[in-house]
């Protein structure tokens, strides 16, 4: 059964940062591509960032430049370091194995003062 757990989301400032972790059971993260999404209230899911199998890496434009996407292959875990937190990344963040259609539960960040 394949499970992926988030974690590392809060209530950070405005200028602030976090780090959110994905936790993976059933799979193998690093021979597949995986995801970073978000969610805020009253929009639509949006990729955030993605970090292929081969290790390439690809950020939405709003979060390029500060935000961070990697995996640890010996922890089977990926990780989205956010810097420079605006209030406009408030959201659910989620990891997914898009092909797959695995999804996380999700992690919520909230950026506010």
């Known amino acids: 059964q394949v499970q992926l757990v988030e974690s590392g989301g809060g209530l950070v400032q405005p200028g602030g940062s976090l780090r959110l972790s994905c936790t993976a059971s059933?799979?193998?993260?690093?021979?597949?591509?995986m995801d970073w999404y978000r969610q805020a209230p009253e929009k639509q899911r949006e990729l955030v960032a993605r970090?292929?199998?081969?290790?390439?890496?690809h950020y939405a434009g709003s979060v390029k430049g500060r935000f961070t996407i990697s995996r640890d292959n010996a922890k089977n875990t990926m990780y989205l370091q956010m810097n420079s937190l605006k209030p406009e990344d408030t959201a659910l963040y989620y990891c997914?194995?898009?092909?797959?259609?695995?999804w996380g539960q999700g992690t919520q960040v909230t950026v506010s003062s």
């Open positions: 997914a194995l898009v092909a797959a259609d695995y």
């Open positions: 059933g799979i193998i993260l690093s021979i597949y591509t």
């Open positions: 970090i292929t199998n081969g290790g390439s890496t």
